[in-house]
């Protein structure tokens, strides 16, 4: 393949430092195209906008790259990326990311990184999205570089093998501790939640959400157990969320509203 | 189970009939407490509220029904309910809906109805989304209500089997007219967008989102074949993303990283 087509995006905004780490890797492999939300998006899952316009900048971000801000949320960027930035070109690869803080387990679901890379992938587009386990923005980000550059080089050459989107987490480790990359499914997992009540001003009560997380599972070949020591995680993830081995238990409700049906 | 404890949620919000419907079949098998976003919440996904507070205001919905309005989205509505107004209680089903407008094939991912169920399915709560395949706040819900309570009955006397979380959807059909339950898989299918682009009475350009469903594959087996068929589908669903079958595939990339890092 020559000079791939990269769509780069974040769910944290055109000034994290880790969207311009990866957007610094990426154009070693191809043209870069990124488009990012202009307003942090963490949380956000895969919420699109439909009740109101989106706005669309272009912005001058990274030397040589083009680049736009977004006003609407993760899977919106991509959307519009694809549709009017790129309209007809054939993206070969979305990376979205490095997001500060960690996706593994049953973050995916509310990450709006992992939910822009997976709407490419739901697009047809071959999607990774990279997350660091270091919430901070001055967060050393040599090691994640690497690890992109090593995942991005392989799913370039080789594919993706079965699956269409990665999830990739890095462990907040230098990068000679980190041992190498294991291949997992997502842990089991999942946030306790606890709500600060307090006052406002006027004297009206409001809640403030914060958690914490809750491992259900320690298996080895899970991906919280890969980062816990010291392994960077990959987890294919899909979209098709259907319980298929709970299919054939469910078979009798079939044949209930059968009865129902027929009594009535 | 004798009166068991049943949470109804949804994304369109507290006056939108076919939440009104679905308080009125989950009355019938036990406590119902309702909470229900301020504002339509449709296309939320799994949005989580995690940088302003959140407001929760009792409300007199339905008549000797507790009733809660949320500030935040479906997920944000069903961990308030947990950790807050039913704070210690273990909570036997949450049903949501029933939703304005189809929930089946990909549009699980976006929806918020869907969304809430799964939120509390995670939190290990049996939980299940309904959705009509009628946009109309007009609709006729009878139905609806009808196989709800098939659902609602089924399941609260036989279980979930594998299941923790069920997505149904019903055909905009009489009653008479629909042909039973199909128990099925996601139909494999995206949206492909189309941006209205126009300009703001300032003369800048805005994007407003716009799609059509483009369905992949037709398969018997799926929830859009019963549905386009007369069926009531479920598809019963899960938060584990991994693509276990492409596990093996991406494998190499485990020796890849080794190479490398010796490398240096």
Known sequence: MDQPLILVTNDDGMFAPGIKALVEVASKFGEVVVIAP???????????????????NKVDAFPGVLAYECSGTPVDC?????????????IDLCVSGINHGSNASINIIYSGTMSAAMEASVEGIPSIGFSYLDYSFEAEFDASKY?????????????????????????????????????????????????????????????????EFFLESQDEDSD??????????IVPSMHDLTHYSALGSLKPLENVSHEFATKE
Chains 1, 2 share one sequence.
């Open 78 to 90: 991509v959307k519009l990326a694809k549709s009017v930035i790129l309209n007809g070109r054939k």
């Open 224 to 233: 919280i157990w890969a980062l816990r020591n010291g392994y960077v995680s």
């Open 147 to 211: 690890y992109a550059e090593v995942i991005i080089q392989f799913t370039l050459q080789n594919g993706f093998g079965d699956a269409k989107l990665l999830n990739v987490n890095i462990p907040k480790l230098p990068l000679n501790e980190i041992k190498g990359i294991k291949v997992c499914h997502q842990a089991e997992g999942n946030w306790t939640e606890e709500f600060i009540e307090s006052k406002d001003p006027r004297g009206e009560s409001y809640y403030w959400m914060t958690g």
């Open 38 to 56: 202009d307003s942090p998006q963490s949380g956000q899952g895969h919420a699109i906008t439909i009740t109101k316009p989106l706005r669309l």
